[in-house]
């Protein structure tokens, strides 16, 4: 089966996570840049990868790479690519761009040049002048950084946080990928106890209960190169077999939620059942400061309010504060907690042992790890 070159797209402070991933799924010879990780694959790799990549955005397929700084380079060399190894006739391909740094720095442009270019490449390929494009999806991507083209397919459609579970959301979702990351980022394990006491529709709950019990983020959905006539049915098949042979449903888990907002989580059971996990997690209706615990060495992994609106500040510290004494009570547990507050530390009462930054969305956000004892051996 010939090689391919494979792009998975991530979050910016997320890719060491995505190729620690991709490694874990036994591709190697993987390069890290900003926003990707590149590592070259069978076809095999494309279904895989779709399935199983928690905290990724979406797989791209990598057409070509060229320096570009006239829009005849552009064409020519775009051109040349082998387009009808993987678009049928009858396909769908629209054209989407982003320039950075570049000479080429008109994206409308560089986007119908593309599409000539790919629209020439065919005519030669199938002998036709006209394509219809009412086929299979295959959105291709002009992105250019520093005069360098990358030409890409996307292999996935929707992005792949739409895990296909979350039917009902509340007001300022947390993306499934970044909750992925974040516990993927913590030092839980699926024998210690979660909780998440600003729970919200249940997304960190939920996801630690698909790590936990090793079932596949992508196994309930469907992905746009299942259509494409180049990757054959039977490794799509080969694929999601594998997500159900390795999955352990009955692994039993200590994951719990909480939320102020009784309605909201109303919602989060309704997720879970959808992820089918109900019988994994467990959601209350129950203020911040009121949670206790009597396990040991469990982790709460949480994404509270930032206070980013108008006079919600002082409200937000006051909670912050609430946290901080609710938490060290919990002497042999550690915490994790994403927010955007700069003086996050101050009001929590106690210095992070480690401060990751992150993007949530296009908000940068810090990433606050606090370290519990570590269990003994026995545990």
């Known amino acids: 089966m010939g090689k391919v070159e494979i792009i998975a797209t991530s979050t910016f402070g997320l890719e060491a ?68 190894e993987w678009i049928p006739e009858d396909a769908q391909f629209p054209v989407e761009g982003k320039s950075v740094k570049s000479k080429l720095f008109s994206v409308p442009d560089c986007q119908a040049i593309v599409k000539k270019a790919v629209v020439e490449s065919m005519k030669k390929s199938y002998r036709k ?97 299942e259509e494409w006539p180049s990757i054959p049915k039977k490794l799509w098949q080969e694929a999601r077999r594998e997500t159900h042979d390795l999955a352990d449903y009955d692994r039993p888990l200590a994951i719990t939620g909480t939320d102020i907002d009784g309605d909201i989580i109303m919602v989060a059971n309704e997720n879970a059942e959808e992820a089918m996990v109900e019988d994994a997690v467990r959601f209350k209706r129950l203020p911040v400061g009121s949670f206790t615990s009597d396990a040991k060495y469990g982790c709460i992994i949480c994404n509270p309010p930032y206070g980013e609106r108008l006079g919600e500040k002082q409200e937000v510290e006051q909670l912050y504060k609430v946290m901080g004494r609710t938490f060290s009570a919990l002497d042999t547990w550690s915490y994790y907690i994403l927010t955007s507050y700069p003086e996050f530390e101050k009001f929590f009462g106690r210095e992070a042992d480690r401060n990751r930054k992150l993007y949530n969305g296009n908000l940068k956000t810090y990433y606050y790890q606090y370290y519990g004892p570590r269990p003994p051996r026995s545990e």
């Not at 799924?25 to 990780?37: F, H, M, Q, R, S």
């Not at 895990?163 to 979702?173: E, V």
């Not at 960190?204 to 746009?224: D, K, Q, T, V, Y």
Request: glycine content about 8%; some cysteine.
């Open 129 to 225: 002048m006209w394509f219809d494009e009412t086929g299979p999806m295959f959105k291709i991507e002009v992105a250019l950084h520093k005069d360098i083209a990358t030409l890409t397919i996307d292999t996935t459609g929707a992005g792949l946080h739409k895990r296909g579970y979350r039917r009902l959301i509340s007001g300022a979702p947390l993306k499934e990928t970044m909750a992925a990351a974040m516990i993927q980022l913590s030092f839980w394990n699926p024998d210690r106890p979660l909780h998440d006491p600003f729970c919200g529709s249940g997304t960190i709950p939920i996801e630690a209960a698909l790590i936990g019990r090793n079932i596949a983020p992508g196994m309930n959905r469907e992905f746009a190169s």
């Open 17 to 84: 996570v995505v190729a620690r991933e991709v490694r874990q799924l036994g591709y190697e010879n993987v390069a890290v840049e900003n926003g990707k990780v590149t590592f070259t694959a069978d076809k095999l790799a494309i279904c895989r990868v779709n399935l199983w990549l928690r905290t990724a955005e979406r797989i791209r397929l990598k057409i070509g790479e060229f320096k570009a700084t006239t829009f005849d380079e552009l064409f020519e060399k775009t051109q040349a690519l082998p387009w009808a």
